[in-house]
Antibody, heavy 116, light 110 residues
């Protein structure tokens, strides 16, 4: 069965960096794009962008350029989200979601808390 | 790309039916069959309830149905049950090759 398993919660200080992983299993990793979605506390879902798992080419939504990086390790079927220069407003749950045109499987989410 | 428009809240009694609307544009909902609906319980990941406008994934109750008219998609839940109380989100693929979500609707089962 298809599974997306994300790394555990992170507590970081402002200015630090964080890397969130999303390990896929149960399907051919390169057959589907991987998307990232943010959910700030008490807020809705926000699409951050996607990465082409064949070419590793990322596309970032407005508001997620510069400090946000998507990358892959196809040898272990894993997608990564790295956020640098963390700010308090980056505190959120980050989800990976498989899909080319619409998300069908989601990871369980990774809570990133940014606090001094 | 602006978010899709959903009502902030809806409510219904057990056994009743409710409908949640999701208003977009011809560049998203009206232009593509890639409209999905998700249910999210507190502290949990979203779960796909409807995809491609009106298709139920395997295992999702037939009480859930989706439809679209023009630039507005709708999710109908019939025979409301206590477990249906959750947040519901719509999403659509867009002409910019992006995804866009609705702001979410809190469903309360009275």
């Amino acid at each position: 069965q298809v599974q997306l398993v994300q790394s555990g919660s992170e507590l970081k200080k402002p200015g630090a960096s964080v890397k969130v992983s999303c390990k896929a299993s149960g399907y051919t990793f390169t057959s589907y794009a991987m998307n990232w979605v943010r959910q700030a506390p008490g807020q809705g879902l926000e699409w951050m962008g996607w990465i082409n798992t064949n070419t590793a080419n990322p596309t970032y939504a407005q508001g997620f350029t510069g400090r946000f990086v998507f990358f892959l390790d196809t040898s272990v079927s894993t997608a990564y989200l790295q956020i640098s220069s963390l700010k308090a407003e980056d505190t959120a749950v980050y989800y990976c979601a498989r899909g080319n045109y619409r998300p069908d499987y989601w990871g369980q989410g990774t809570l990133v808390t940014v606090s001094s | 790309q602006s978010a899709l428009t959903q009502p902030a809240s809806v409510s219904g009694s057990p056994g009743q039916s409710i409908t949640i609307s999701c208003i977009g544009t011809s560049s998203d909902i009206g232009g593509y069959n890639y409209v999905s609906w998700y249910r999210q319980h507190p502290g949990k990941a979203p779960k796909v309830m409807i995809y491609d406008v009106n298709t139920r994934p395997s295992g999702v109750s037939t009480r859930f149905s989706g439809s679209r008219s023009g630039n507005t998609a709708s999710l109908t839940i019939s025979g409301l049950q206590a477990e249906d109380e959750a947040d519901y989100y719509c999403s659509s693929y867009t002409s910019s090759s992006t995804w866009v979500f609705g702001g979410g609707t809190k469903l309360t089962v009275l």
